[in-house]
Structures are given as C-alpha cells and as structure tokens.
C-alpha cells in the first residue's frame, strides 16, 4: 500500500494571497476525496503534488519519494487530470494519445499501440479512436483526459473537478472508472462537488480558505453532527424568518417550496428519556440513543424538539459540508486557530485568480457561502 504524506505544506503567492497554510493530510492507496468550495486552496496543493509548481515550505512524500526534490522520478509515476484542458481539435483520438505515449517514454510500438487501444476501450473511447477531438462533447474529453493520465500505469492519480459540467450518465461513467483505478493505486479526487466524495471516497478532508478543516473518513464526519441537523419545507415568505433564527446551513427548492436544513444543538438527558433545546423549549420524548417505545427509529418519533415544526433528519455529507465550512468560519472571524479536537479551523484568504477554480455548471450542487449572513441559497 502507498501512502502519500504532506506535512506543513505553505503557499504564498506573489500578490500576498496565501493560498495553502500548514496543510498536513494522509493518503492512502484508494479513493481520496479533498472537497472545498471554489478558491479553498485545492488546485493549488495539487499543482504542488503533479510537480507543476514550488512550495513555499513544507515536504511531500510519496512513500520514499521526495515530491518536492525528485520532480523527475514522481512524472514517471503520476497521472494527473487538470481541471481545464485542451486538445487538438484536428487530431483523432488514437493519434493524439499515441502522440503523448511516446512523449512519456514509450519507444516499442507494438507495446504502445497496445496501451493506447487498451485505455480506449477502457473509457469507452475505443468506437470513436478515429473520430477528431474536436467534435467530442464535455464527458468524452474528459475521458480522453482520463486516458492519457493512465498511460504510465500511475501510482498516483490526481484529478481536478473532474465532473464538473457532465450530465448525469457521464458523470456515472466516469465515477465507475475512477472507483475501479481506486483499488490498486492513491485517486486523489478534488472537487466542490459533494455527491462525488460520498459516492466514491472512503477517506476525505475539507479545504476552505487554504487550510484544512477536517480530515477523516465520511462516516466519522457525520458521526459529528448526529442530532445536530432539522429539517422544514416552508414557504418563501418565510426564509427570512428562519435565517434569524437558526443556522441556516442549507436551503434549496423543493416541490415549489424552500426545504431548508438548519444546524441545533439539542441536550439529551437519558434518565429523563427526553432530549430538551440547549436554547429551552421544546421536547422529545424519544432520545437518540435508546430504542423508541413505539417500535419507530428515534428520527422519526422524535418531531419537534424545535419550535415551528422543524425535525430531525438524517444527516448526509452535504450537512457535513455546510457545517464545517459555515460553522468553522464563524469561530474565527479574524485568523485561524486549532481547536483541541486538532481539527484545523479557518483564517480568511483567498487563491490568486491565475490558479483559483472556476465553478461549472451541469450538476445540480449548492454552493457555500462561508458565514452565517442572513442568506439563503435556492
């Protein structure tokens, strides 16, 4: 198993933007998902990880691997998928990826011709081999994309919002190949998509403002907010209302009307079997660590322990997302400290806009914002 290891990796660039500070993450071999909205930092640290640009400070291993020093040797054993790309519009698929076989060191032409017939057929390009780029739609460049990132038989993998603008069975498609790499070598996924770290990763770590939030697997991500996420359908009408009284951490439209899913804490008090608003007010009769006496899971018995309506839901990524991205800008509003629980909070930067992400359209997603302002998103 590889393990790829960065510790107190820093970026400045030369307009004072700290793009990346003190970033320390584990990877291992499998599917890796670094999520963050757009400008958290996360192109930067991969362009650092695909050999593209300098640290400031800090070291990256990939095993025994000097990253940093041994740019040569990494090349050699990297597949890297930038989030924007160009092709040769007048070149056929076949030619183009033959072209860069031999760009990477692939002399023999009978084992070359066999690699890039093979990775064809493995993205589901082999039919369309003589057909120019140029006539390829959003979801077949990016598999070409993927293609030509697999021509050395990588160790590391790295792909850049690789989904961002495909429909949705492009999208399956190359979810699919991205899972099945995973098995044998380090997919380190980047994206501001959460859909795609929760259908694909088994380790994760959230980026915003160019620092580290959290890094653990999904599930104990979630573990963290258990009880902690309600949920109401309300009218338009009414969204003001609830953003100045609760934790908006996201709202979207559904059937018409605003579905919003709000951040509270609630005290559970088990000999009392009754679970009771830190704020006061309000009450259950089923906590959410014993069996409910009506045979229900606790999620469903317990319905109001917040004013207006508002229940407890099951808590997704996307809850997880919001929080950490909401909550820990607003613990620190003026620079970033470490909490005890050695998770990284937030300072306030932003990446340079020669390396900042660009949002695509093509998946429906809700974007972050990184307070607590008042707002809702649709």
């Known amino acids: 198993m590889s393990v790829l290891t960065i510790k107190d990796f820093n970026k400045t660039y030369s307009n004072g933007v700290q793009a990346c500070k003190n970033v320390n993450l584990t990877i291992k071999t499998g599917m890796y998902g670094l999520l963050g909205p757009n400008g958290a930092g996360k192109s930067t640290l991969m362009r650092t990880i695909a050999t593209l640009q300098e640290a400031d400070s800090g070291s990256i291993f990939l095993d025994e691997l000097d990253v940093l020093k041994e740019k040569h040797e990494v090349r050699k054993i990297l597949g890297f998928l930038p989030q924007e790309f160009d092709v040769y519009p007048k070149s056929t698929a076949y030619e183009l990826l033959n072209h860069l076989a031999v760009l990477k060191g692939m002399k023999d032409a009978k084992i070359r011709k066999e690699a890039v017939l093979s990775l064809l057929e493995k993205t589901n390009l082999y039919n369309l081999r003589n057909k120019y780029l140029g006539s390829f739609s959003g979801g077949m460049k990016q598999r070409f994309g993927i293609a030509q990132a ?27 190949i991205l899972s099945e790499l995973g098995e044998n070598i380090i997919v380190i996924l980047s994206t501001h998509i959460v859909e795609d770290v929760s259908e694909l990763c088994h380790s994760m770590a959230i980026m915003n403002h160019g620092e580290v939030l959290i890094e653990a697997h999904p599930e104990k991500v979630l573990e963290q907010l258990k009880g902690k996420v309600w949920g109401k359908v309300i009218e338009k009408e009414e969204i003001e209302q609830v953003n100045e009284q609760y934790r908006v951490l996201s709202s ?8 919003v899913h709000v951040y509270h804490e609630a005290q559970i008090t088990n000999h009392k079997s009754q679970i009771t608003n830190i704020s006061g007010g309000g009450d259950c009769q089923s906590p959410l660590n014993i069996e409910s006496p009506t045979g229900k899971s606790a999620l469903q018995d317990c319905q109001y322990p917040l004013e207006n309506g508002f229940t407890l839901v099951e808590t997704d990524l996307k809850d997880a997302y919001f929080y950490y991205i909401r909550e820990k800008k607003q613990e620190t509003p003026a620079e970033s400290t470490e909490a005890s629980s050695g998770t990284t909070l937030v300072g306030k930067t932003e990446e340079t806009p020669a390396h900042s992400e660009i949002a695509s359209g093509g998946v429906s997603r809700e974007e972050p914002r990184n307070d607590w302002d008042g707002k809702t998103e649709e």
């Open 252 to 259: 979207r439209m559904y059937m018409g009307k605003t579905k």
């Open 150 to 176: 697999l021509l050395n038989n990588p160790r590391l993998l790295i792909v850049d919002e690789p989904t961002a603008g495909l429909d949705p069975e492009e999208r399956f498609r190359f979810h699919n």
